[in-house]
């Protein structure tokens, strides 16, 4: 049977409206009561209460603070940071890059944990090392730029093909504190070490 121009249309209709769904924006951005959708780096014009006619623009800045309860680090914009709740009072914080830079922030309410620096390097290699590669390590000690000192290890695991390079260092007071992880692919150092540049030299702990 041939389809009618009506039916034709509304067919057409139909195969654009989820297009036109899924056209949204990030933001909505307020201005005195007139509220536009409006994505970063885009321009709209705006008609504000009162009949005036005001240009927007979205612009996202290069870095940006992102806090936790006891802790605070300044990060590229691009980048989001997820949260998760591990139990026993403690809350995980994660930033990856697109190529697997990672830098993981953990919150402890109940415990301090600076003896856990061994620990948690073993459970973040032992598959690679299961499966053939080397691990090598070594004490380090960093410090912050209020003088704080945190302690624990660099390590690398370099199998065949690939090579890591960890660092886990913690800071706590009797019953708190915090652990930092950062992971970083050997290949990718060069183009991605500011962002741990960056990361260590913002890191506030306000313990």
Not at 136 to 145: A, D, E, G, N, Y
Not at 148 to 172: C, M, P, Q, W
Not at 176 to 195: F, N, W
Request: charged share 25%; glycine share 8%.
């Amino acid at each position: 049977m041939r389809m009618t121009m009506t039916a034709a249309l509304a067919f057409v209709a139909l195969c654009a409206a989820p297009t036109l769904a899924e056209d949204l924006k990030a933001f909505k951005l307020t201005i005195d009561g007139v509220a536009v959708d409006i994505d970063p780096g885009e321009s709209v014009d705006v008609t504000l209460p009162g009949g005036k006619a005001a240009k927007v623009t979205l612009e996202r800045n290069d870095f940006a603070t992102f806090s936790g309860d006891n802790f605070s680090f300044v990060h590229p914009s691009g980048i989001s940071i997820s949260k998760s709740d591990l139990g026993d009072d403690i809350t995980q914080y994660l930033m990856a890059s697109a190529v697997g830079t990672v830098v993981i922030v953990q919150e402890y309410g109940a415990m301090n944990p600076v003896s856990l620096n061994q620990l948690m390097l073993q459970e973040m290699t032992k598959e690679a090392v299961q499966a053939g590669a080397t691990l090598t390590q070594k004490p380090t000690t960093r410090k912050l730029s209020d003088g704080k000192e945190l302690t624990g290890i660099r390590a690398t695991v370099k199998s065949r093909t690939d090579t890591d390079n960890y660092e886990i260092v913690a800071f706590g007071t009797a019953d708190q504190g915090l652990l930092m992880i950062t992971r970083i692919d050997g290949e990718s150092e060069a183009a991605e070490a500011s962002l741990l540049d960056k990361f260590w030299e913002s890191l506030d702990i306000k313990l």
